[in-house]
């Protein structure tokens, strides 16, 4: 113990020394990691290139990556910028494979090494000055970017590590408004952090917005000398969702791209301004088959299809019709009930009946979307093994309700332990052996988070923003993915604050238990 007390002391006072062992560190794992994935060994987990197989993503990022050299040495650089504009970091590894003049996935070790180190000693920071106090809880909480599902994944070519570290400068903005008296800085950092999470998951935007919209709302009522660097942190986030950078796309270049692929497809697509397409195919095709010996075209339709063909319009129309059937007999009901009685009953008027409709619909439109959302996710990810509720469907708002606690379970507490001995296609048994472990130590995190809510529940305070946006993000996706191993990838960032305050409860938790002891 006496020697765990000196590290982190030596780590406190010396911060570069400690980010310059973390560089190396990470360059001596993510060179052995690449060596190995370019031999025959362990030949089942990698694909002999370089990359390993439970990053599946990393293999298709650098085909991607290769297709944007090609425009950089093309000198077709609107090809480049606005190609995969989902995939913002292949752009900056585009550039390192051009520079270098080597077109292999370890060059993106200039990035990645940086950019793991600078999360941990962000999160190193943060813990210092949430808990000043408690001397070994930074490096404790370090441990968290040890995991080797943390750790492997961080030498890869995939953005979830550019994506905590964003996570990470927003931990540090937060905790610099509430620990220091700053009036700039907080902002400044938490807009770099907001900006790396945006341009990984741009889907997050309107989630950010929205809580940062009500955080900006409480401090300027406690805090009236905030409001320009409330508006400096919250304006560009909100012109990011009115001015979408597709937006500004050459029409031109874009219907070029889009007659390529319709030679492609030899196929002739219009789309109106509805949105509706269009399909003419001639007469006589140029192209024949023959199909020997079974003729027959089998076509697998999965379960209700209907839900997925039928147009919001239609499914809106069916409801308010339905709404106002059942509210017409209820009034016919309560109307033959009143000849009887003396006691004046008020009927609903029509603008009420139309306003409900109108909420129920929206309601519903929500479900709607996020059916649709986990409808696409299955579909695209067929081949993933860890599938949970794959067949799930959310036909209205209350199925969503219901769907809470299950939301909460998985999000929260998978992998499960019947999960941990299984054999993964990507990972292996060793894989799903190093993920049972990891959730071990993350059950026992959140017992530590639990402890310290419960004992006192103020010290989250500072945190509260953090929480609700992470408690939010972990619940939409136990709602959108139906693939256990995806939700434990893509929540990891979401679990830091957790392990923040976590593991301070578990060292309070096992100081108090010893007292108890020695008494």
């Not at 950078?245 to 697509?269: C, G, P, Y």
């Not at 305050?501 to 578990?506: E, I, Y």
Request: proline letters at 4%; hydrophobic letters at 45%.
């Amino acid at each position: 113990m006496i020697y765990f007390f000196t590290i982190a002391n030596y780590c406190r006072e010396n911060k570069r020394s400690m980010f310059l062992f973390l560089l190396l560190f990470h360059i001596v794992i993510s060179v052995t990691l690449f060596s190995i994935a370019n031999t025959e060994y362990l030949s089942s987990l990698h694909n002999g290139e370089g990359l390993w197989n439970f990053t599946r993503d990393s293999t298709y990022y650098h085909k991607e990556v290769l297709n944007l050299v090609t425009y950089i040495e093309k000198s077709q650089w609107f090809a480049w910028w606005y190609s995969y504009l989902n995939h913002s970091h292949l752009r900056v590894a585009s550039l390192i494979y051009w520079i270098t003049g080597y077109h292999s996935p370890i060059v993106f070790e200039i990035v990645n090494c940086v950019v793991w180190a600078t999360s941990l000693l962000l999160i190193f920071r943060v813990s210092e000055l949430l808990f000043p106090d408690d001397i070994k809880l930074p490096l404790i909480v370090s441990i968290f970017f040890l995991q080797p599902s943390i750790l492997i994944s961080s030498t890869q070519l995939l953005k979830d590590p550019i994506y905590i570290l964003g996570f990470c400068f927003m931990c540090y903005g937060f905790t610099i408004f509430a620990k220091q008296n700053s009036k700039w800085k907080w902002v400044f950092i938490l807009q770099i952090g907001i900006i790396l999470v945006v341009l990984m998951r741009d889907y997050v935007s309107i989630i950010l917005l929205v809580f940062l919209i009500l955080f900006s709302v409480i401090v300027y009522f406690k805090e009236k000398t905030f409001l320009t660097p409330l508006l400096v942190l919250i304006i560009p986030l909100i012109l990011l969702e009115f001015f979408s950078v597709n937006r500004f796309i050459s029409t031109d270049k874009l219907q070029m791209e889009r007659s390529n692929l319709m030679k492609q497809i030899q196929a002739s697509v219009a789309i109106d301004e509805q949105s509706q397409v269009s399909v003419t195919i001639e007469e006589q095709p140029q192209a024949s088959v023959t199909i020997e010996e079974q003729p027959q075209v089998s076509v697998t339709i999965e379960e209700q299809p209907q839900v997925y063909l039928t147009t919001r319009q239609e499914k809106n129309k069916a409801r308010t019709i339905a709404i106002q059937e059942k509210i017409k007999s209820d009034n016919i009901a309560i109307k033959e009930k009143i000849k009887s009685n003396t006691v004046a009953i008020q009927f609903p008027t029509q603008s009420y009946i139309t306003s409900q409709v109108a909420i129920l619909e929206v309601l519903n439109n929500i479900s709607d979307g996020i059916n649709t959302i986990r409808y696409g996710f299955r579909k695209d990810n067929s081949y993933a093994g860890s599938r949970i509720d794959p067949n799930k469907k959310y036909q209205s708002f209350t199925e969503l309700v219901m769907y809470f606690p299950r939301a909460l379970q998985i999000g929260f507490l998978s992998p499960f332990p019947s999960n941990w001995l299984n054999k993964g296609s990507q990972v292996g048994t060793i894989g799903y052996l190093l993920i049972g472990l990891e959730t071990i130590i993350w059950y026992f995190i959140l017992l530590g988070f639990i402890y310290i809510t419960y004992k006192n529940p103020s010290v989250i305070k500072p945190f509260s923003a953090v929480f609700l946006i992470s408690i939010t993000l972990i619940l939409l996706l136990s709602y959108v993915v139906p693939n256990i191993g995806a939700i434990y990838r893509m929540r990891q960032s979401y679990m830091i604050p957790f392990y923040l305050f976590g593991a301070h409860g578990l060292t309070l938790m096992i100081s108090n238990f010893t007292k108890k002891q020695h008494k």
